[in-house]
């Protein structure tokens, strides 16, 4: 079965430092790859996505992540992380089309240290 | 951009009572839409997929009596918890795709306490 794991649950960053959340995704093909924000008690916000193409794919508020088909990963990354990047992060793909129903990871949570 | 609307936002109800939640496109049709439901600091599962003109599809676990799902209209689908009990407190999501190649737009969610 398909399948995202993010192995960090939480992560502590200081303000200006950079940041790299990790994702791992289960599936034989090239999946649809997401990354969305949440703030407490919030929805979701998407970030950036991934569907072909270039790799490397830049996303909002200075975000971008790699796909690498050969580690089966998403990570997302930042160069220098601002206090309001505290939240909720989760890693999703969709299967066969970009519209289908996500599997999410259980998501990293964020906090940035000042 | 898309925009997807929920309503209630939140709501409080006791155990015993039924609460619908809708979820509306704003200004595009969804032939499907996707309710998800996520436990807090968990991440969101998938409950069921609701299909204009035809039953929803749900998730396996998901009690498709418990959780009547409804797509009117191809802009209007609703999530009926019937008899809810105090674990159906949740944040429910919605989604919808413009079309099955794009992007999912989501909600913003509805908080759901049984008391």
């Known amino acids: 079965a398909q399948s995202v794991t993010q192995p960090d649950i939480h992560i502590t960053v200081s303000e200006g430092a950079s940041l790299e959340l990790r994702c791992n995704y289960s599936y034989g093909a090239t999946p649809y790859l997401f990354w969305y924000v949440q703030s407490p008690g919030q929805g979701l916000q998407l970030l950036l996505k991934?569907?072909?193409?270039?790799?490397l794919v830049q996303g909002i508020k200075g975000f971008e992540a790699e796909f690498k088909r050969s580690q089966s990963s998403f990570n997302l990354r930042k160069p220098s992380v601002h206090w309001s990047d505290a939240a909720e992060y989760f890693c999703a793909v969709g299967i066969n089309q970009a519209g289908t129903a996500l599997i999410f990871g259980k998501g990293t949570t964020l906090s940035v240290s000042s | 951009g898309a925009v997807v609307s929920q309503h209630p936002s939140r709501v409080i109800c006791k155990s015993g009572t039924s609460v619908k939640i809708e979820c509306r496109s704003l200004?595009?049709?969804?032939?499907?839409m996707f309710w998800y439901r996520q436990f807090p600091k968990k991440s969101l599962m998938l409950m069921a997929t609701s299909n204009e003109g035809s039953k929803a599809t749900y998730e396996q676990g998901v009690e498709k009596d418990k959780f009547l799902i409804n797509h009117a209209s191809l802009t209007l689908s609703t999530l009926t918890v019937t008899s809810a009990h105090p674990e159906d407190s949740s944040f429910y999501i919605c989604s919808a795709p413009r079309s099955p190649e794009e992007t999912q737009y989501f909600g913003p969610g509805t908080r759901l306490l049984v008391l």
């Open positions: 991934y569907f072909s193409g270039d790799t």
């Open positions: 200004d595009f049709q969804a032939t499907t």
